[in-house]
């Protein structure tokens, strides 16, 4: 009784820190827990109910951002238009 208490309010805690993009934020950690733990690791999650908890959903939500194809950890945004070369040179005239 008092595990599923902790787990409960585990999850509420994850649903406040996400609010609306709850779902989103979890589907995103499970693929990541997937990626590099298997089932293995999601069965340990599930039955010890750690699947629930904030720093857990928070961590693999972050791993999930790093390895999906949108992103590039630590890269920075391409710029929005190169510089011709006469413009490198002499700036440019507007």
């Known amino acids: 009784e008092e595990k599923s208490q902790i787990v409960a309010r585990w999850a509420e805690q994850t649903k406040a820190f996400y609010g609306p993009r709850c779902d989103e934020a979890v589907a995103l ?4 827990a997937d990626a590099f733990g298997g089932p293995e690791l999601r069965e340990l999650l599930q039955a010890t109910g750690l699947g629930n908890h904030p720093v857990i959903v928070r961590t ?8 999906s194809e949108d992103a590039m ?8 238009q190169d510089k011709t ?3 490198a040179l002499y700036g440019k005239n507007n």
């Open 85 to 87: 070369f006469a413009e």
């Open 60 to 67: 693999f939500n972050e791993i999930g951002k790093c390895i």
């Open 29 to 32: 950690a499970v693929r990541a």
């Open 73 to 80: 950890p630590g890269g920075k945004p391409s710029a929005p």
